[in-house]
Antibody
Framework: QVQLQESGPGLVRPSETLSLTCTVS??????????WAWIRQPPGKGLEWVGN???????DYSPSLMSRVSILVDTSKNQFSLRLNRVTAADTAVYFC??????????????WGQGTLVTVSS | DIVMTQSPLSLPVTPGEPASISCRSS???????????LNWYLQRPGQSPQLLIY???IRASGVPDRFSGSGSGIDFTLRISRVEAEDIGVYYC?????????FGQGTTLEI
């Protein structure tokens, strides 16, 4: 059974860059039936999709974050990562990594990491 | 972009009784292939979300059959036939038709 685990700093200063890594175990990140995603949840609020990456490196991003976000994949380490530039307090959230099962008879986030809280504060 | 709207936002329930959550999309989620790309997730307190339903009505692996999804186009419903204590949490619908994927505001089920 696949497992996803987020890692990275829990505190980031305003205007700096948020960097997180998701390590995938129990399955290959290079499968062509999955995308790999970041989703965030501000404290006490709902879920917001941030973006996806395919093992080939192709990406899709939320339009509201596109100017500041990049998602990269490292197939040799079975990891993918999130970088969010020029952060503000509004970027404070629990960040989840998740697996997107693609296909005309699927299209769903079928596995999630436990999430990691990132606080933006000086 | 597609906007998802859930109701109610808070739902007090009694164990053993049924419960129902509605979700409405700003655009049809019915694809030309006949599938409705609507998912339901449950986020229990302190946990990450888990998939309950995909394609509007198909239960994910391991999901009890007291959960059912219905609807098509823009209107969808999640029903719990008999609520159990372990069902408390926040339920989210999500459109999976097009990017950017979007979640509803969430419905808190409380006993």
């Amino acid at each position: 059974q696949v497992q996803l685990q987020e890692s990275g700093p829990g505190l980031v200063r305003p205007s700096e860059t948020l960097s997180l890594t998701c390590t995938v175990s129990g399955g290959s990140i290079s499968s062509d039936i999955y995308y790999w995603a970041w989703i965030r949840q501000p404290p006490g609020k709902g879920l917001e999709w941030v973006g996806n990456v395919f093992y080939s490196g192709s990406t899709d991003y939320s339009p509201s974050l596109m100017s500041r976000v990049s998602i990269l994949v490292d197939t040799s380490k079975n990891q993918f990562s999130l970088r969010l530039n020029r952060v503000t307090a509004a970027d404070t959230a629990v960040y989840f990594c998740a697996r997107w099962l693609r296909g005309y008879n699927r299209n769903c986030f079928d596995s999630w990491g436990q999430g990691t809280l990132v606080t933006v504060s000086s | 972009d597609i906007v998802m709207t859930q109701s109610p936002l808070s739902l007090p329930v009694t164990p053993g009784e049924p419960a129902s959550i509605s979700c409405r999309s700003s655009q049809t989620l019915l694809h030309s292939n006949g599938n409705d790309y609507l998912n339901w997730y449950l986020q229990r307190p302190g946990q990450s979300p888990q998939l309950l339903i995909y394609l509007g009505s198909i239960r994910a692996s391991g999901v009890p059959d007291r959960f059912s999804g219905s609807g098509s186009g823009i209107d969808f419903t999640l029903r719990i036939s008999r609520v159990e204590a372990e069902d408390i949490g926040v339920y989210y619908c999500m459109q999976a038709l097009q990017i950017p994927y979007a979640f509803g505001q969430g419905t808190t089920l409380e006993i």
